[in-house]
């Protein structure tokens, strides 16, 4: 394929194509080498599939097939955070606070007024001894975003160990570009410092943060290469 029909069709990359191609290999993804996850599987029913991954005792991310009365009751859950308004409402009992941040995924989204908002809630279910279950579609970008931002706000992680922590714990998530220019201003809010930027990168042409530069470099290399060869 000659280099300037390559760099078209990159030209032509929006935010969810991006978003896309950084979550392309969550479905392929061994999940018992996350052994965070098989610890806490360990210690529930064979009815939970492994989506189910335990960021701290008193926080579990998931995504939305995994919110059943069952998972609820087995896991001890009394708070309820849901980021997927396109979804109907999960069922509850009485005793499970709910709560909905209602963004769609997209990088237009604008999910940085929850963030304190989501974030405060989880910590007053804690401190009070429950714990609190979140989750969008997937439990990949959304829900990872406020989990990163309470981690953030209550135990005084910058944003890129935020991030490394989670992603150690649950190894698909890819908060979408949008969603992480709003954890760098949250990052800054809190510390007055910034531990990820956001990079323009040749393959997409647009700004990523620059923990995800890596998953381009093989193609910006490729891209390279045939572009010197050429000239």
């Known amino acids: 394929m000659e280099v300037d029909s390559i760099i078209e069709q990159s030209n032509k990359f929006s935010e969810n194509i991006v978003q896309n191609i950084l979550n392309e ?5 061994i999940r018992s080498s996350e052994s965070p996850e098989s610890e806490l599987l360990s210690r529930l ?4 599939s492994t989506n189910m991954s335990e960021i701290t005792d008193n926080l579990i991310l998931t995504s939305a097939s ?5 998972v609820l009751e087995t896991c001890g859950i009394s708070c309820i955070i ?3 308004p396109e979804l109907p409402d999960p069922p509850l009992n009485n005793n499970v606070i709910y709560y909905k941040v209602d963004v769609v995924d997209s990088g237009c989204s604008r999910i940085f007024s929850y963030f304190d908002k989501a974030a405060n809630l989880i910590q007053q279910v804690s401190n009070l001894g429950g714990k609190s279950l979140i989750y969008c579609v997937a439990g990949v970008s959304r829900s990872a975003s406020i989990c990163i931002a309470h981690l953030m706000k209550y135990h005084r992680l910058s944003l890129l160990d935020a991030y490394n922590y989670i992603k150690l714990r649950r190894s698909r998530i890819k908060p979408n570009c949008g969603f992480f220019k709003q954890l760098i201003e949250y990052e800054k809010q809190l510390f007055g ?5 956001m990079v323009f990168n040749e393959v997409v042409q647009m700004e990523i943060p620059d923990v995800y530069d890596k998953d ?16």
């Open 25 to 29: 290999t969550q479905d392929v993804e």
């Open 45 to 48: 029913c064979p009815y939970i």
């Open 66 to 70: 995994n919110v059943n009365p069952q």
């Open 82 to 84: 849901s980021c997927a």
């Open 193 to 197: 410092c910034n531990t990820v930027q």
């Open 216 to 231: 381009y470099r093989p193609i910006t290399s490729f891209v390279k290469k045939i572009k010197n060869r050429r000239y």
